[in-house]
Nanobody
Framework: QVQLVESGGGLVQAGDSLRLSCAAS????????MGWFRQAPGKEREFVAA????????YYADSVKGRFTISRDNAENTLYLQMNSLKPEDTAVYYC?????????????????????WGQGTQVTVSS
């Protein structure tokens, strides 16, 4: 089992940057594929980015590709999301999540029901 705690959210202006962190405790952080999701008021939780557990390969939602970067530091048990060129439509609660599944090299889990553990979320608000 792994416990996840997000931090780094806040209120910023359009065009600004933020870096979210997700500290993991428990067993074998490096053995999980990790993901970021977000949920805006009145909307479904949506996939943002994922990083594979073994080869560290990356996958992004089209809406954030080229602006957001997911990374992980297995030695520090921490997941990151660098968010640049933020837009008002990026406003949401951002969640990190851990997936313990085993997948083929080309498959990236992007559904929220594929993730086993979740943090409590951190609010990101982007003003125009």
């Amino acid at each position: 089992q792994v416990q996840l705690v997000e931090s780094g959210g806040g209120l910023v202006q359009a065009g600004d940057s933020l870096r979210l962190s997700c500290a993991a405790s428990g067993r074998a952080f490096s053995s999980y594929t990790m993901g970021w999701f977000r949920q805006a008021p009145g909307k479904e939780r949506e996939f943002v980015a994922a990083i594979k557990r073994i080869d560290g390969s990356l996958y992004y939602a089209d809406s954030v590709k080229g602006r957001f970067t997911i990374s992980r530091d297995n030695a520090e048990n921490t997941l990151y999301l660098q968010m640049n060129s933020l837009k008002p439509e990026d406003t949401a609660v951002y969640y990190c999540a851990a997936n313990r599944g085993v997948y083929s090299r080309t498959y990236f889990p992007a559904r929220h029901d594929e993730y086993n553990y979740w943090g409590q979320g951190t609010q990101v608000t982007v003003s125009s």
